[in-house]
């Protein structure tokens, strides 16, 4: 692989059990993950992302996904795998309002390892 691809560190964030090993093997695999287990800790990811393919502004990116594992009592544990992020996915259960409300606390714990992260939230 050529290492001269700019190279992107994604975290991915929510309690457990919202999907985020499902959704992060699906962007990086075009496939449905059939039997996702429990992530403890982090696993980690990767895609080569055609970035505006067939445009004069292609480029080719080199994306790491951060799989953080949701379970509360990880969570100060996980913390190290948040340093050096270039972007965050945020997810959350639409069938489990607290999953949506605990969003606050990872974005907090997210900000509080990178300060160059500014967070844009829409509904």
């Known amino acids: 692989m050529d290492s001269n691809f700019p190279k992107a560190k994604i975290i991915v964030v929510g309690d457990s ?30 895609k080569l992302h055609e970035y505006k393919d067939g445009t004069s502004h292609h480029k080719t990116c080199f994306l790491e996904f951060f799989d953080i594992g949701g379970n509360i009592g990880h969570r100060s544990s996980a913390k190290i795998f948040l340093q050096g992020a270039d972007g965050i996915i945020l997810v959350h259960d639409l069938t489990n309002r607290k999953s949506q409300e605990n969003l606050h606390q990872w974005i907090a714990d997210v900000m509080e390892q990178n300060e160059k992260i500014s967070i844009g939230i829409s509904d």
């Open 17 to 46: 059990g919202v999907g985020k090993t499902s959704l992060i093997h699906l962007i990086a695999h075009q496939e449905i993950l059939k039997n996702p287990s429990w992530t403890i800790g982090c696993t980690v990811d990767v």
